[in-house]
Every structure is written in structure tokens, then in C-alpha cells.
């Protein structure tokens, strides 16, 4: 009798922690409404956003249309990004973003779209792989295409 008791509360366990495995959509919805819109407006938040060891690359698109990636160190992303926003404000800089698709990957949910530069026009790729945790979602990878030539002098110095 005892037995039946403990496979019906593990069921119950099991079925809730299904319910609360975050969607697609719920990615979606972070990215619109948390993410892109504390990127736009130069919330501080922003950097809670991520994960403290995140895998951030940038895509560096050469005149000629060669691309060579650029992975940034944590550390010094989260020093720009703080040094960035100040300038981005006031210049009024925003991305608009399109195209926005999240699916489920090994290692969490991605979310691909397409970003517009301010004062730009053309659009480039982008993708964030969020993982699900106690707080919420974390982006522990994110790769954005950029025209910003200076990232591949950065990586030559090993920075």
C-alpha cells in the first residue's frame, strides 16, 4: 500500500518538473521583453541576464564578406558592455531585431534573429543559447555578427 503512495507522489514530482521546464515561446518572450528591450532602454540589468562564464563571440564581417570569429572573454565583455551603454546612450543607439525563432538544442534554447544597427541598413545574424536555471533564464552563449573591424585587432593582441 506504502508503495503505490511513493509511485504516486514521484508521478506527481515528475509531472511538475516537466510543467516547469521553461518553452520556446517563454525564450521568445525573454528575449523580447527582458533582454532587447534592457538592451534599448540601458538597463543595468542586462548583465544579470547572462551567465558569469558566457561564451560571447562576434562575427566579424570583413569588407570583402569573409567572416572570422572573435570570441570575447567574459570579464571583458561585462567591462565594455558597463563603459557601452553610457556611450549608446547618449547616441540614442537601439537595435531593432526580426525574425526572432528560439528551438530547443542539446544544451538549452536557441534564439536566432536578425539585428538592424541603428542608423543602419542592413541586418545581421545573431544568436543567443539560453539555459533554464533556478532564477530564470541565463544567455551562456551569444554570437552577433558585426561591420566593427576593430574586433579582429583585439584578437590578434590576445585580448
Do not use: C
Not at 15 to 21: C, G, L, R, S, Y
Not at 107 to 115: D, F, L, M, P, T
Amino acid at each position: 500500500m506504502k508503495f503505490k503512495y511513493i509511485l504516486a507522489i514521484i508521478g506527481v514530482i515528475l509531472t511538475f518538473a516537466e510543467v516547469q521546464a521553461r518553452t520556446p515561446n517563454e525564450a521568445v518572450e525573454f528575449f523580447n521583453k527582458k533582454y532587447a528591450m534592457y538592451a534599448n532602454n540601458y538597463n543595468d540589468a542586462l548583465l544579470d541576464l547572462y551567465s558569469p562564464d558566457v561564451k560571447i563571440i562576434r562575427e566579424v564581417v570583413k569588407p570583402s564578406g569573409e567572416t572570422v570569429d572573435v570570441v570575447v572573454p567574459a570579464k571583458r565583455y561585462f567591462t565594455e558592455l558597463k563603459i557601452g551603454q553610457k556611450t549608446a546612450k547618449l547616441r540614442k543607439y537601439k537595435n531593432k531585431y526580426r525574425n526572432i525563432k528560439a528551438e530547443e538544442v542539446p544544451n538549452g534554447i536557441k534564439i536566432s534573429a536578425e539585428r538592424q544597427p541603428s542608423k543602419e541598413n542592413y541586418w545581421l545574424k545573431m544568436y543567443q543559447i539560453l539555459e533554464d536555471t533556478d532564477s530564470g533564464f541565463k544567455i551562456k552563449e551569444e554570437m552577433m555578427q558585426t561591420k566593427v573591424q576593430s574586433f579582429l585587432n583585439q584578437q590578434e593582441k590576445g585580448e
